[in-house]
């Protein structure tokens, strides 16, 4: 295969997982929009965690929240848990990797707070014991996945939202976990601040 048909065939794989994630996944993203949006509202502010792609997709997430998505408005209240580099490195180091999100939260979160914990597999330890912490906080949590879900999927309660792409490739799920966010982002400002 050439260069030129291996680029086509990217653009074309991911358009095809875009239109398979639209038919399935429209309903969970409005509830997700619809949890994120009622925290904010009562005050409450959004944690966001993953690893490498999923990190940055969380970062992402907080800094259009926090700055802005499309329109001028106040800041919204979210906070990546993968920026601050001491904080991972010294729970690294003096507990375990596995809890490197968790102890954020913990420390962090509060009931009427909730998490938007993000990986490809569903199956990072580390999210999942967010999950975990998120939930002991008394917060919800809006999980974006792929593949079967993971062990994510079972970790999750009943008022949590799920948002599982259907796709088996990392990089067509990281895709499609852009357009989720920006999804609820836009989603977010219409709710808080009217269309437009």
Do not use: W
């Not at 001491?86 to 690294?92: E, N, P, Q, V, W």
């Amino acid at each position: 295969m050439s260069l030129t048909d291996s680029i086509r065939g990217h653009f074309a794989d991911s358009i095809a997982t875009k239109q398979a994630a639209m038919a399935v996944l429209v309903e969970a993203i409005a509830g997700a929009t619809g949890l994120l949006t009622g925290t904010l509202r009562s005050g409450g502010k959004i944690l966001s965690c993953g690893n490498g792609g999923s990190a940055g997709d969380a970062q992402h997430f907080s800094a259009e929240l926090l700055n802005r998505f499309e329109r001028e408005r106040p800041g919204l209240a979210a906070v990546a848990l993968s920026t601050d580099t001491s904080t991972l490195t010294s729970i690294a180091n003096d507990y375990a990797y596995e809890q490197v999100f968790s102890k954020q939260v913990t420390a962090l979160g509060r009931p009427g707070d909730t998490l938007l914990a993000i990986s490809t597999s569903g199956n990072s330890p580390n999210v999942i014991a967010a999950i975990h912490a998120a939930h002991a906080c008394g917060m919800q949590v809006v999980a974006l996945t792929g593949r079967n879900g993971g062990k994510m999927a079972a970790a999750l309660a009943a008022s949590d939202v799920e948002i599982r792409v259907p796709a088996e490739r990392t990089a067509r799920i990281q895709e499609v976990h852009l357009v989720v966010i920006h999804c609820l982002c836009d989603g977010i400002d219409q709710a808080l601040f009217g269309p437009g």
